[in-house]
């Protein structure tokens, strides 16, 4: 699938999607100073996102040493 919407611009493919259900007092000491876990839906959630990315751009030209990767 081509992405052509903004100013940044790629093909992404492969998509990998993987939800765990996870108590917020495991995540909170991972998160930066100042934030606290955000419950969605009575839960709190960690996601983790795999896909490949071919013909990285931005506004147009290609992306310097990004320009496909996993």
Known sequence: M?????????EW???????YRVP???LA???PDG???DP???AHWLSVVGMHVRDLR????PAPLHRDFA
């Open 29 to 31: 000491p991972l998160l």
């Open 35 to 37: 934030t606290e876990p």
């Open 13 to 19: 493919s492969h998509l990998a999607f993987l939800n």
């Open 40 to 42: 969605w839906g009575g």
């Open 58 to 61: 931005i506004a147009g030209a």
């Open 24 to 26: 917020p007092e495991l």
């Open 2 to 10: 081509r992405d052509q919407r903004g100013p940044v611009t790629g």
